[in-house]
């Protein structure tokens, strides 16, 4: 060491926590914040599904019971999506990985371009709350800012606040049948992630219950912090 001060250039973070917990508004606010991309695998396998691709085709019934799409498939998107030049300034993985296998596959393929995950963030919330957290949510169809029925109504009733779009969209999977298998998934092959990423040195844990603006500030100390 020759005790200069050295500053990261970029941060490549995973979001960690159940459906509901809040991974995909808060990646929204830090992509904004700090000019990083939002890569969410749940957003990339509903475009699939919707453009009627070979995976998308097979991953519709399996997103629709609520349980997790084929590693195969899910590494395939992501593999493809972060060779995009835009990720080489770094990345918040939504939704990604979610089984030891996909944050093994995660760890080489950054290896490959000299990149590695700095930081692991645990969205820490009661499943009780994210039922009825899930199942009132829906966004603007024009560019995706977040909405739900009891907590945040636009001020404009039918006008999103963000672009003035009217059109809106609810998720498929966002029902209440659909939700407790998704949280079924979260604890068997996701939450053993927590102890993966703790056993590299990179996890912190954030109170998620927290309101928005609470858990946004608390991220956006830990990127400031990885980026200092
Ligand atoms: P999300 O938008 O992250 O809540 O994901 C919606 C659904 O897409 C999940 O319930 C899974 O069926 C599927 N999915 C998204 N990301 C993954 C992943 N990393 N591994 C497996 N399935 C995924």
Redesign the pocket.
Known sequence: MDGSITTQTTVNLVLLGP?GAGKGTQARKLQDRFGLVQL????L?RAAVAAGTEAGKAAKA??ER????SDDI?IAILRDRLADPDCAGGVIFD?????TV?AEALDALMAETGRAITAAISLEVDDAAMVTRISGRFTCAGCGEGYHDSFKTPVVDGTCDSCGGTAFKRRA?DNAETVGQ?LRAYHAQTAPLIDFYAATGVLTTIDAMQDIDRVETDLTAIVAKALA
């Not at 609520?66 to 799409?69: F, K, N, R, S």
């Not at 939704?95 to 089984?99: A, H, N």
């Open positions: 459906p969410s695998t749940g957003d396998l399996v997103m609520g349980d997790l799409v899910v939704g990604f990985p979610r089984t996909q999977d998704r």
